[in-house]
Every structure is written in C-alpha cells, then in structure tokens.
C-alpha cells in the first residue's frame, strides 16, 4: 500500500517530471494564466503559490532560490517587482484552478491555471 506519498508522478522520470513544473510555474508567472491537465495543474499550484511566498519576503536569499527554480530571469524580475507587491496582504491562496472540459484527442479533464 502506497500511503502517504506525496505528489503525483504523471508517468514521467524524475527528471522529466521537475523540469515539466519548473516549465509551466514559469509560464504561469509569465502570462498569469495557463491551460493544462488538471494533475499537472494541481501540482504546480503549490510550486507557484511557493514561489509568490517568495517574492513577498522580497529579500536576497529568496530571490536566490526563485531563480534557482524559474527559469527566465525577466519573469523572476517581474515576480518579485510586480507579483510580490500585488499579494503582500493576500495570506496565501494566489491561485485558482477552473475546468475547462475534456480535451478532444485523449478525453483527459483539461483546467485553466491563473493567479487571482
């Protein structure tokens, strides 16, 4: 039995799997809204909320970690210049997930991610 294990593996290696969500937290900080799988989606929501968290405290060692994270150093710019300051008295929270339907050539539940 497989109890207590966190994260969904989403049929990829390792490698694979963190470099698809370090991918897509990127983009979603980006563009502030992305389309996606609703597992991939429920798993990047805390890599992102995480990265938001960070950019609040605003200091040097946290901007360390988001770049060593996100991969465009524009969007760490804009994370923690305009994302940070946006939800400073927002106490968590910074994303929601809405479904969008079934994609047409696999069936699988598809959502929109985007930052409130």
Known sequence: MAHQIDGRKLGRPTDHR???FRNQV???LRYE??????????????????MITLAKRGDLASR?????FIYDKRVVRKLFDELG??????????????KLGRRQGDGAHLVQLELV
């Open 64 to 68: 360390r970690r988001a770049l060593a």
């Open 26 to 28: 990127t983009d979603l």
């Open 33 to 50: 809204r992305i389309v996606t799988t609703e597992a991939k989606a429920k798993e990047v929501r805390g890599l992102a909320e995480r």
């Open 18 to 20: 963190l470099a698809l």
């Open 85 to 98: 300051p946006r939800y400073a008295s927002r106490p968590g929270g910074y994303t929601r997930i809405t």
